[in-house]
């Protein structure tokens, strides 16, 4: 018998989750938990990298991002869901990991350097927030994961770790840490509603899908599109029309979708028909996914248990990949 491929992926609790996340990597994540050992993380530590001075917008959204992960059915009983801060072995690794990084290598991180230019950091750049790739190597390091289903931003994360795990399996003449791999999905970027090539709650550009139908139509009926399509029986651009991509996203009508394209780009289709469509799309997708997270929301309770008894699970398989570390390192 093969052994199970090990997941670990996380999330910043900074905010409920977006329809990009749900593309970038929870699809993969519900798909993937049936074959695989999965550890999802909420990422309440790295969370405060980039907001040390909102603890309680974190706190708050622990339970948003828990919600989200059960409403789109990331099966508890399937996979672990825990708590970063719950789990002090990682924040140990990252220690013992930082010496095997260089400050250099640190500041040309692409996805540090694209985050500080987003957050308007400029000098005032958090230590801790430089070295949040060299945490993110523990997270994914202390359980060994084989794969991390993320958007392609995060790639340059899984480089930085693999880095970490060849050099310290070298010079402490170990075979302890795994390398992982980067499971990218097809469209690994969704674009915010304004055009914008990324959604993100920092550029105030995503549908969440905790959005009810009223906050949902607004988003779509404002939608960027091509602004050089003016009249209806102009040729409008499908390329980097947000509305398009969507649609390529979550119309499961890949035919009537192909034919609305073909009919855009010709000419006489105006955009308002193509949000309206979307809009029947994405709200039919959101729907269950809305009706389920209530079911939880019902019962906050039962959804920390959940946590605090992942975090237990989770923290077992973290301490026994810190010993093996601290064993090869003589730290004992
Ligand atoms: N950096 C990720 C984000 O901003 C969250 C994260 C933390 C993560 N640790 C991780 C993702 C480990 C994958 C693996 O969304």
């Given at each position: ?6 997941i670990l992926?996380?999330?910043r ?18 798909k ?19 907001h ?40 140990e ?9 260089t ?31 060299v945490?993110q190597?523990?997270?994914?390091t ?36 795994v ?5 990218v ?16 709650k920092t550029l ?52 009537k979708?192909?034919?609305m ?14 949000k ?38 989770a ?18």
């Amino acid at each position: 018998m093969t052994q199970k491929k090990v997941i670990l992926t996380g999330d910043r609790p900074t905010g409920p989750l977006h329809l990009g996340h749900f593309v970038g990597s929870l699809v993969n994540r519900v798909k993937m938990q049936d074959e695989c050992t999965q550890f999802v993380m909420i990422a309440d530590m790295q969370a405060l990298t980039d907001h040390a001075s909102e603890p309680e917008l974190i706190k708050k959204n622990i339970l948003e991002v828990a919600f989200d992960y059960l409403a789109v059915g990331i099966d508890p009983k399937k996979t672990t869901i825990f708590l970063q801060s719950l789990i002090p072995e990682i924040s140990e690794l990252t220690m013992y990991y930082l010496n095997l990084v260089t400050w250099n290598r640190l500041k040309h991180n692409p996805t540090v350097k694209q985050e500080i230019k987003q957050k308007n950091f400029q000098d005032s750049v958090p230590a801790g927030f430089m070295i949040y790739p060299v945490s993110q190597a523990a997270d994914i390091t202390a359980f060994k994961a084989d794969l991390v289903p993320v958007g392609d931003d995060q790639l340059p994360m899984i480089e930085q770790t693999n880095e970490i795990v060849r050099k310290f399996n070298r010079i402490y003449k170990a075979n302890v840490l795994v390398e992982a791999k980067g499971v990218v999905p097809q469209i690994a970027r969704l674009p915010g509603i304004d055009g914008n090539a990324k959604m993100s709650k920092t550029l105030k550009n995503a549908i969440y899908l905790k959005d009810e139908i009223d906050v949902l139509k607004k988003k779509v009926m404002s939608m960027y599109t091509d602004p050089t399509h003016l009249k209806i029986e102009d040729p409008g651009k499908v390329e980097g029309n947000p509305v398009f991509t969507y649609l390529d996203a979550f119309d499961p009508d890949k035919q009537k979708v192909q034919e609305m394209k073909d009919h855009y780009s010709k000419g006489g289709l105006g955009d308002v028909v193509c949000k309206k469509r979307l809009l029947e799309v994405l709200d039919s997708f959101l729907t269950p996914i809305r009706e389920k997270r209530k079911e939880y929301e019902k019962d906050p309770k039962h959804v920390l248990d959940l946590i605090y008894s992942g975090s237990k699970d989770a923290k077992i398989v973290a301490a026994k990949t810190l010993k093996e570390v601290k064993d090869v390192m003589h730290m004992y």
